[in-house]
């Protein structure tokens, strides 16, 4: 969800993989958030776990980032941000984080 006007290059990325995509006001955004948001909001499915021997079979010569107690969304979201620019094949959140 996007406050109307930001970020066109995300509306037309997602526009052009088929995402649903809706214009909110910022209040709405500020209620879904209740934090800072710049903007965008993205709702998403339940995470889909994996056994680790599984990713290690399928992740040769690939790169994987590893979170270990994350505790700020914040954060989460730099790095998923930061490893979509570098190409990252998978993120990896350890179970007991609280994010």
Excluded at 17 to 33: A, C
Excluded at 36 to 55: F, K, L, N, P
Excluded at 62 to 79: F, M, R, T, Y
Aim: with cysteine; hydrophobic share 45%; charged share 25%.
């Amino acid at each position: 969800m996007f406050n109307k006007g930001s970020y066109p290059e995300i509306v037309a990325i997602a526009k052009e993989k088929n995402i649903n995509v809706q214009f909110v006001d910022k209040f709405r955004l500020d209620k879904m958030v209740k934090g800072v948001h710049q903007g965008v909001v993205i709702e998403i499915q339940d995470y889909r776990y994996a056994d680790i021997e599984t990713i290690v079979e399928n992740a040769k010569h690939k790169l994987i980032v590893v979170c270990d107690q994350l505790e700020d969304p914040h954060n989460l979201g730099a790095i998923l941000r930061s490893s979509r620019s570098l190409q990252v094949w998978m993120v990896l959140l350890l179970v007991n984080i609280e994010v």
